[in-house]
């Protein structure tokens, strides 16, 4: 079932590279690329540190989801105009989905709940990090001042914090990713924002 | 054998991304270092896929063949104003020796025919795509509407199917190379596009 | 006391990275990602490249300490305008401590004195091109011309001559990192300059 989760959201961060290929005017063939690695790049990054073979190397699935997302934005996108706002609701989804999943792995392999929670976050926005430096812009992540990185933190702390009291399974995988998600959606629709140091200004 | 291989496709990227130190008016210590990662990104990142220790940590070749290529394109690059179509067709032959000789190595250590492609299109394409970003611009694997991942998979595919049909040996890894070499220039040359998405236009 | 060596760095680098939060007018969450991710990113390199896991996501302390840096960067920087020269007298120290450490921890693992320096070098301009990308600059590494990778590399190469003839220790891991700091100081005041390759002109 952490399959599935974990195919979900390489599918809508795929779909968010491919996007993101459509509003830089990329052709299908680098619309492609960068769909596979906005959607196995935090995924890799995740495996390396555990020191496993990365899944993308091994699973068909993995390999295939994202060419059929990249065949859906080339013949159905709408139109450019209305890409960016799909991109962040996409990109919050599989933030969500792979804070939670990555957080479920690295507790697998035995890492402590702090650490299997920084290993989250890290799978959750290494993907779009990945997709946004490839398309020559700072990550939304940085730039963005409504909150990105506090709601992976959460859903991934949330997964961590379930696993240490027994509870897990893909019920608590996927509560996690919706708390991300959730918030994710609503720190974007409230504008909600956190501080600049002193001396920036607004 | 495949070393040699690899050392000549170490040397043509190294001299890539000397030449692109050039464009950026780096100096010769900036022009050393891009072209260290620009000939050893792409390989580094397979054998760390791989779970093996890098080469270009164990073997004195790869670290020493990017020192000699900086010092040629120091020396005896003739006039600034001719280097971007050298760096073109000197990454159009690291991606093919990259492509072949990765898809090769995935191969021995076990992965399907699928994934060895695919491990040898990251690594054809890794090298340049880090040189690319640390000089500030897009990957030319992105940008570029000319061909350039699909030499890189049609060489991949073409070593993962000699090898699943019992041929290899450095004549079906130089062959394969050659391909996604020849590829690459022809698309180059005439100009060969991939599709856009509907609604961006021309 | 290596670890404390080690520590050092990561502090030093996390404010350099909390910094350029600062520069680049992120919120709080923005600085302390990309702190984070310029304190630990050349760590995490050259623990994947030795094959083991990241001490990141082992150590308590490699996590926090880039924590207390954004802090104090939070509350304590004075003027905006003040932050560049600080960036980079602290990114100096960052690359000093990392390159001796990275080398020292690199000929325990057995590597060559080269490639433990070179490994070295590595783990120094990680973190820092880690923070340049993500920032949307180009490496400072690359761009600016005062000598940048030349004191990295005679600060590895001494930790790796000293442990060759049976010196090492704190003292001369500290006297290593002292070395490097020093030299990239005195490059950026003296305004010492690597050439450049005929035809670009000054």
Partial sequence: MSEILDLVG????????????VRKRLDVVGMGVL?????????????????V????FQSLGYVLVPVVATAI??????????????????????LG???AVGTEKALEYGL????????????????GMLRDVLAGEIPTLLYDRQLYAVPAMLGSGAMAGLWAHGLYGWPATL???????????AAMR???????ARGIGE
């Fill in 175 to 185: 509560a996690a990713a919706v708390l991300a998600f959730g918030l994710r959606l």
């Fill in 53 to 56: 073979r990365p899944a993308a």
């Fill in 112 to 127: 402590s709940p702090l650490h299997a929670a920084l290993l989250g976050v890290t799978t959750g926005i290494g993907g």
């Fill in 73 to 94: 934005v080339f013949f159905w996108h709408p139109h450019v105009a209305r890409v960016m706002p799909a991109i962040l609701v996409l990109d919050a989804a599989g």
């Fill in 10 to 21: 390489i599918f809508v961060f795929a779909l968010s590279g491919a996007l993101m290929g």
């Fill in 190 to 196: 409230r504008n909600w924002r956190a501080p600049l």
């Fill in 97 to 99: 989905l792979f804070c």
């Fill in 35 to 51: 769909a596979e690695m906005t959607a196995l790049g935090g995924g890799v990054v995740r495996d390396l540190i555990l020191n």
